[in-house]
């Protein structure tokens, strides 16, 4: 099974709002990704978790705001986010990096449009 | 220089073509390749991992090139259902960081 959830599929959500984006995997996997992508381009890393550490944040503003509360759990939350971040937001999973990068495994993403 | 560059297309093929893409990175410490295949309003899918010895799947055969810093894709007897965007992603040094291609657009027609 290489499935990755996330919810909800679609965000419409205005610049005051808060919001929380969700992902899950049920694959042991111990790294788990953010990436953004936007029309006809391709995915853009933003966070990484390894054994629900933060491992790299791509400077990202502090407007989405991740938390790893468990191995098979991923959150980004949303915060005062403008129009331009409006995008398709997919997260992915992969096996223990310990033994050299593996393969990352996408969730369905959530369309996300900010108001 | 980009760091991973693909030829964006399109190409447009009739079904039965064999068609081939070339991905080159920048990074000479690059260890872990990757095609990915994205259909419109999709999330990317895992085609391939490439393997410095190639590999072949099926009409899918990929080719990792050190020494000039490429990677290939082959797809032979097209299908329609192979119409994609064709993503290629490097993973520098063996951390977390990946790169990923801009995408080879793909049209297989009858």
């Known amino acids: 099974d290489t499935e990755v959830t996330q919810t909800p599929k679609h965000l419409v959500m205005g610049m005051t709002n808060k919001k929380s984006l969700k992902c899950e995997q049920h694959m042991g996997h111990r790294a788990m990704y953010w990436y953004k992508q936007k029309a006809k381009k391709p995915p853009e890393l933003m966070f990484v978790y390894s054994y629900e550490k933060l491992s790299i944040n791509e400077s990202v503003p502090s407007r989405f705001s991740p938390e790893c509360p468990n191995s098979s759990l991923l959150n980004l939350h949303l915060h005062a986010l403008q129009p331009e971040d409006s995008a398709l937001y997919l997260c992915?999973?992969?096996?223990?990096?310990?033994?050299?990068?593996?393969?990352?495994?996408f969730g369905p993403g959530t369309r996300l449009t900010v108001t | 220089r980009k760091e991973v560059e693909q030829d964006p297309g399109p190409f447009n093929v009739p079904e039965g073509a064999t068609v081939a893409f070339n991905c080159t990175y920048s990074?000479?410490?690059?260890?872990?390749f990757f095609w990915y295949r994205q259909d419109c309003r999709k999330e990317p899918k895992l085609l391939m991992s490439v393997y410095s010895s190639g590999n072949e799947d099926g009409r899918f055969t990929a080719q990792l090139n050190r020494a000039s810093q490429y990677i290939s894709l082959l797809i032979r007897d097209s299908k329609l259902s192979d119409s994609a965007t064709y993503l290629c992603?490097?993973?520098?040094?063996?951390?977390?960081?990946?790169?990923f291609g801009a995408g080879t657009r793909l049209f297989v027609k009858a």
């Open positions: 992915a999973s992969s096996q223990d990096p310990g033994q050299g990068f593996r393969e990352q495994y």
């Open positions: 992603v490097v993973n520098e040094g063996g951390g977390f960081k990946t790169i």
């Open positions: 990074n000479s410490a690059s260890q872990s």
